[in-house]
């Protein structure tokens, strides 16, 4: 298997990935490939966030659980689908959200790589899943190694942390808050977008920020 995050990721986290239980998450999802069981995304698009979005161009970091768990879905980055794949629910409401907030309309696909590239991490906290089995890698050491993670960037100044759902919510643990902005709201998904997403305005949020900061806002348009 191919386990291998860019360079420049490497050295921001000071080689976690050569940790003891980073091994062993590799060898168990090894085992489990040999046992013909599906896992999302393939394998070439498991550290697909990472390879779109530098650790030192990252401004906004939007955090999902795991992976979607059906086939053609997950791409490597949270929230996101391929060209031509139907859009999921919680990304229809994500796309409503957007237009609401700030009157762009994104119908045309729900490949995110446009937000990724402008410096958007859409990191999931298990960066795999069994097909049909959501969460059931969240065990296996990914959510320590992606932890690790946030806590690397809460050395950073100034950065937006959308955190979406009980489960994302329990990051904000590691953010300091006099530094970053975190955005807390419920899932996207259609079981509770009505009990805050809806109407929480993070995205225009998230740029007035930025702009504060100096740094250039998001284009929140897909492309």
């Not at 920020?209 to 284009?219: R, T």
Request: with cysteine.
């Amino acid at each position: 298997m191919n386990f291998s995050m860019p360079r420049n990721w490497k050295d921001f986290i000071s080689n976690e990935h050569k940790k003891e239980y980073v091994l062993s998450l590799k060898q168990r999802l090894e085992e489990e490939l040999k046992l013909n069981k599906k896992i999302f995304p393939l394998e070439r698009d498991i550290f697909k966030a990472f390879e779109l979005t530098c650790p030192e161009d990252t401004k906004v970091v939007i955090l999902g659980q795991d992976p979607y768990h059906n086939y053609n879905q997950a791409n490597g980055l949270s929230f996101s689908v391929n060209k031509k794949e139907p859009l999921p629910p919680s990304l229809k409401n994500i796309f409503k959200e957007i237009e609401n907030d700030l009157g762009i309309k994104n119908f045309e696909h729900g490949d995110l790589s446009y937000w990724a590239k402008q410096g958007v991490l859409l990191m999931n906290s298990s960066l795999t899943v069994e097909k049909g089995i959501p969460g059931s890698h969240l065990k296996l050491g990914w959510e320590t190694f992606t932890d690790h993670i946030i806590r690397s960037f809460n050395k950073k100044n100034n950065l937006v942390f959308m955190l979406w759902g009980n489960f994302a919510s329990r990051k904000n643990e590691f953010i300091d808050k006099e530094k970053h902005l975190v955005l807390e709201t419920s899932h996207p998904s259609p079981l509770s977008c009505y009990k805050g997403f809806i109407g929480c305005k993070h995205f225009s949020l998230c740029n007035a920020f930025l702009k504060d900061a100096g740094k250039k806002e998001i284009d929140w348009q897909i492309k």
